[in-house]
């Protein structure tokens, strides 16, 4: 068979084990999605679907797959898995990076300013595997030990080395992408705290399932009182909190193109009532006469399409 080279460019760094989990599942559109992510980072659904010349329906089926590859229960074993597969640098090889390489000696001259102490041996480790064996270079750990230090007032060895590696999954290696990054994160800090309360969770401390829910409704641009509406949605069903279920609710409402409440509530009438309790001065009545004009087109256009979809299904297409 024909043998391919690659040819040589910008650098990005992808984890092995998430490169095996998607050649095992044989999904294409997910390896081309992860791919984009590596590039661009984690933007916009929509934006990542049309430069790829995905369909909405393919877009979530790889997303998806993506999600399900890096589920929360997954995360952490996939980490500790990376951590003990990172090289044991000795005593010797810690100093002599630190005493020979002026860019990381840079990196150990910040992160001593940040922790505001010397550097342990556990600390000039964690670090060295973020520049050596991750591929972070000095401007990007550096970026991340100035933010840590001004968003958190501290620097913790276990914030770093979490952040290292998701920086790594998400291709940020150099100091240009950091700062870019990181820009993304305070913009986006006031609207993640919202959805966190949405969600009851601890904006300082979310579990990991809070953060991928988090992540979703983020990405697809769901404000802070449709996640509640979904919340609410789900214990009125379930009879309890369940984040995976207001995932669940999140994604129908992103694929059938619903965001705001009122969008949500004009399609689902049903779901007026439970919309009073996140915000709403007055529940609506659910009569077509009282929808404006915009809500009654928007409705009839979706009665049309489900009543497309069920003759299909009728005429086994």
Not at 93 to 117: H, I, M, P, T, W
Not at 149 to 154: M, T, V, Y
Not at 257 to 277: D, K, Y
Request: charged fraction near 30%.
């Amino acid at each position: 068979m024909t043998s391919v080279l690659l040819p040589e460019g910008e650098l990005r760094v992808a984890r092995c084990d998430t490169l095996d989990k998607l050649i095992a599942v044989g999904d294409g559109d997910a390896a081309l999605l992860y791919l984009y992510i590596l590039r661009h980072g984690s933007e916009d659904g929509r934006t990542a679907a049309r430069a790829l010349h995905l369909s909405d329906e393919r877009y979530e089926r790889a997303a998806f797959t993506l999600n399900n590859l890096s589920a929360p229960a997954a995360e952490t074993k996939n980490t500790e898995k990376s951590e003990n597969a990172a090289p044991q640098y000795t005593a010797a090889e810690l100093r002599r990076a630190r005493n020979e390489d002026g860019e990381f000696s840079a990196v150990c001259d910040a992160a001593e300013n940040a922790f505001g102490r010397a550097l342990t041996e556990g600390m000039l480790r964690s670090l060295l595997t973020a520049y050596d064996h991750l591929g972070l270079d000095g401007g990007a750990i550096i970026e991340l030990l100035s933010y840590l230090k001004n968003e958190k007032g501290e620097v913790r060895l276990s914030d770093i080395k979490r952040e290292t590696y998701q920086w790594a999954d998400m291709g940020i290696v150099n100091a240009q992408d950091a700062q870019q990054y990181l820009a993304r994160r305070v913009n986006e800090k006031p609207f993640i705290e919202a959805l966190y309360r949405a969600l009851g969770a601890d904006p300082a401390q979310p579990a990991p399932k809070e953060q991928r829910v988090c992540r979703f409704a983020l990405a697809h641009g769901f404000p802070a009182e449709s996640v509640e509406l979904a919340v609410r949605r789900t214990e009125a069903h379930q009879g309890h909190r369940s984040l995976d279920y207001t995932l669940g609710i999140l994604r129908q409402w992103e694929k059938s193109g619903v965001h705001t409440i009122s969008e949500i509530t004009a399609l689902e009438p049903e779901s007026r009532t439970a919309a009073v309790a996140v915000g709403q001065t007055e529940a609506q009545p659910t009569d077509s006469g009282t929808l404006a004009d915009w809500e009654q087109a928007w409705l009839a256009q979706k009665e049309e399409i489900r009543r497309r979809m069920k003759e299909a299904e009728a005429n086994g297409l």
